[in-house]
């Protein structure tokens, strides 16, 4: 979507361009699911650190000086750690934030410590694997994922990461709730295989390509709208999501539909919604009726 509307704006014929930066922003969201992830290892390091220093105290305390160590034990933490596809590519991309900011891991650090899950967590010191990861996914959930403080640090570091924060957080819960006990963690899939990745070429270019057509339905109906009167956004939506009905014949219809709602929920305006959801409605049965829709499958309609 934001690919088309810049390329429409600028008025450029330059699709290679557009079509690197495209796979360019998507590859960088990866950099941020690491992020996200080398973050839990972090925060555990600067805890470790805190309590080794604290033992090393003069006239330290029984506690300090026997602390407990649940926190730092979790195996989830542990197997985070020792992922060789996750430190592979914090090497091999200079993913180095964390050593360089590392304000933002004392002040999450400090959140988790002052939570009613973390003090429910360590009030034992013996804990199950299933404990450990419930226990991390809770504090993902509600200190990590909803901090405006990091998402601000996200956004100053990759404007394109501001839209991918939400798509990311919940990469990351997906992959953390798949950690097996004795197991080797590795990195989830950006693409879930090629056809994937091409799907992202293919939708831009037939958009791009088939704008002014796809905008003739469009005005077709909404003959009491003046196409310059309706949101730039929408209109980006609803071109999209013509050229699913008429140029991807194994995406269902109502798929599509419901997707394109969803993201004009985020981008466009409070009415956007409704509007879509009518002008497909009307378009999807002209296509129907005029058996210009051609899906493959059952239920796809």
């Not at 270019?205 to 088939?210: D, E, T």
Request: with cysteine; charged share 30%; hydrophobic share 40%.
């Amino acid at each position: 979507m934001q690919s088309v509307y810049a390329l429409l704006q600028s008025k450029s014929d330059n699709l290679n361009k557009e079509e690197k930066f495209l796979y360019a922003s998507i590859d960088k969201m990866y950099d941020l699911y690491v992020l996200i992830l080398c973050l839990l290892v972090e925060v555990r390091d600067m805890e470790r650190n805190h309590i080794e220093i604290s033992k090393k105290k003069f006239l330290a305390t029984p506690q300090e000086l026997k602390p407990n160590t649940k926190f730092i034990d979790n195996q989830v933490f542990k197997l985070l750690d020792e992922s060789a596809s996750l430190n592979e590519y914090l090497v091999n991309n200079n993913l180095n934030y964390w050593k360089l900011d590392s304000e933002y891991i004392n002040e999450i650090l400090k959140l988790i410590k002052e939570s009613a899950a973390y003090a429910s967590y360590m009030e034992t010191e013996v804990t199950t694997f299933k404990e450990d990861v419930a226990f991390v996914e809770t504090i993902f959930k509600e200190i990590i994922a909803p901090n405006e403080k990091l998402a601000e640090y996200f956004e100053d570091k990759h404007i394109s990461w501001v839209d991918d924060i939400p798509f990311v957080n919940t990469w990351v819960v997906k992959s953390l709730s798949q950690i097996k006990p004795n197991s080797i963690f590795k990195l989830g899939k950006l693409y879930k295989d090629d056809e994937d990745k091409q799907f992202v070429l293919d939708l831009f270019r037939k958009v791009v390509l088939n704008h002014k057509e796809l905008e003739k339905d469009i005005v077709d109906k909404t003959p009491n709208w003046d196409a310059e009167r309706i949101a730039e956004i929408d209109m980006i939506l609803i071109k999209m999501a013509i050229c699913e009905f008429l140029k991807f014949p194994s995406i269902p219809t109502r798929v599509t539909i419901n997707e394109y709602i969803e993201i004009s929920k985020d981008y466009s305006t409070n009415k956007s919604s409704f509007f879509i959801n009518g002008v497909l409605d009307k378009i999807l049965k002209d296509l129907t009726t005029s058996k210009r829709l051609n899906k493959i499958g059952r239920g796809l309609l």
